[in-house]
């Protein structure tokens, strides 16, 4: 039998694998920390990748940028319709 492996690379800053998957964050909402496998170290609390095991501030600040350059296309898109509604 093989033992039982931890469900999450280690803490890139503590080295444990004690960690929880964060449920909601301030920069992703639920969907973003789902997207980037995010979780938080229980012992440094430290978040972190838990498939690669490294930091996920690059693909936070991909997904906020993204996030923010999606709505300026919904809503700048909606703009031009109201625009061209009223000529
Ligand atoms: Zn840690």
Redesign the pocket.
């Known amino acids: 039998m093989n033992p039982i492996q931890s469900q999450y690379a ?7 694998v ?2 929880s998957k964060s449920g909601y964050t301030w920069w992703g909402g639920f969907v973003g920390p789902a997207i980037l496998s995010h979780v938080n ?6 978040g ?1 990748n838990s498939k690669t095991g490294k930091s996920n501030t690059n693909g936070i600040i991909i997904y906020v940028v993204a996030s923010i350059a999606l709505a300026c296309v919904i809503f700048g898109g909606c703009a031009m319709l109201g625009i061209f509604q009223n000529q």
């Open positions: 280690p803490c890139p800053k503590c080295g444990s004690n960690a170290c229980n012992v440094c609390g430290t972190y």
